[in-house]
């Protein structure tokens, strides 16, 4: 890569970037991209005074900057877990959290509260969890990067999220009232418990394997 139309200064700074990338382990093709960030911008303001150095600061400092953004960059892309059983377990595990405690709490607090069976419980939360992780596969994951260029037919996905969505509900019908003699409302401590050991078993989940959240919008960041 030549770069004679830069000043002494700036031939000198480049140089020792050059050098320290070299130093990194970077390739010469990693180091023509990185260095090809910053040329044009450098001889563009040279000619009104600015240095390299006063750009991009020491040639030390730019290339631990641009080593740090890669490594980020790559510690995002293998912390996040996509595998669909675990961000289907990952949800339903946070709607258990949710649920048995929150239900749990009030029952505690205030007696006569609505409670729920353990079967009424668990086909909430795994239904649920289903609905999210079929909201991320048909529709949030599309805002990704990775998947641009890529986005089916609105109303296809739409439909899928809507057919999840009432099978969730059917399942939660049929455990509250056909099943109503074998799903008995379960005790407000009994709750609370399954709630902390469904929220602890998350946490080690999340933490172990970095499952990815079928509850973010990529782009709009909520939910």
């Not at 289907?88 to 959290?97: D, N, P, Q, V």
């Not at 109303?155 to 969505?165: K, Q």
Request: positive net charge.
């Amino acid at each position: 890569m030549s770069f004679e139309h830069l000043t002494k200064k700036n031939q000198q700074y480049v140089r020792t970037v050059q050098k320290l990338l070299e130093q990194a382990g970077k390739s010469p093709k990693e180091i023509e991209i990185l260095l090809a960030n910053i040329l044009p911008d450098i001889e563009e303001k040279q000619d009104r005074g600015f240095t390299a150095r006063a750009l991009y600061g020491t040639p030390t400092q730019w290339v631990r900057n641009q080593l740090s953004e890669a490594s980020a960059e790559s510690s995002d892309s293998t912390a996040a877990n996509d595998s669909p059983w675990l961000m289907w377990l990952e949800s339903t595990l946070f709607l258990l959290a949710f649920v048995g405690l929150g239900i749990g709490l009030i029952n505690q607090f205030i007696p006569g509260s609505t409670s729920y069976g353990l079967l009424t419980l668990i086909s909430m939360t795994t239904g649920g969890g289903a609905v999210f992780y079929a909201l991320y596969h048909f529709v949030y994951r599309y805002y990704e990067p990775q998947y641009e260029g890529e986005r089916p037919n609105a109303r296809r996905g739409f439909l899928f999220v809507g057919l999840t969505l009432l099978a969730w509900i059917a399942l939660i019908t049929i455990s509250e009232s056909i099943l109503a003699g074998i799903n008995p409302p379960l005790p407000s401590m009994v709750l609370i418990l399954i709630g902390i050991a469904a929220f602890a078993l998350r946490w080690w989940l999340m933490r172990t394997y970095k499952i990815k959240n079928a509850r973010i919008n990529p782009r709009r960041q909520a939910f």
